[in-house]
């Protein structure tokens, strides 16, 4: 009977052990992937960092753009368009009133010096 309690032993021993070293490789191999993502935790944070630097950078840029663009607007080829089609505009505007308040006034000479604006869309070819 002894002999049968040591090998029943022998054998839960034996077991015990066999899950043991399977546990431990487990564990072992769980620490490695817990090491890994760490890793990539890190990676994904100094990104978020450098994204949200980018970001930052990004915004100055834009602020110190559009300050120079109001800043300067004066000598851009938009303004020159827009001042010269509102000029053009208050000039169509004085001739029609001067034919319609006048019409002994003939401003056909003026009409030809000071032309209307032109409107985009505008197909008259």
């Known amino acids: 009977m002894l002999t049968l309690l040591r090998k029943f032993a022998a054998e ?3 077991a015990a052990n066999i899950e043991k070293r399977r546990l431990l490789e487990e ?10 993502l ?4 890190a990676n994904a944070e100094n990104g978020k960092k450098e994204a949200e630097d980018g970001k930052k950078e ?5 602020a110190n753009a559009e300050a120079d663009f109001v800043a300067n ?5 938009a303004y020159t368009n827009f001042a010269d089609y509102f000029a053009r505009v208050g000039q ?6 001067l034919r319609n308040d006048h019409p002994e006034f003939d401003v056909k000479v003026l009409e030809a010096r000071f032309p209307p604006p032109d409107v985009e869309g505008d197909e008259d070819s």
């Open 12 to 14: 839960a021993l034996e």
């Open 27 to 36: 564990a072992k191999s769980r620490d490695e992937e817990i090491s890994g």
């Open 38 to 41: 760490r890793k990539e935790l």
């Open 58 to 62: 990004v915004e100055a840029r834009l």
């Open 73 to 77: 607007f004066h000598n851009t080829e």
């Open 92 to 97: 169509q505007e004085v001739l029609t009133a």
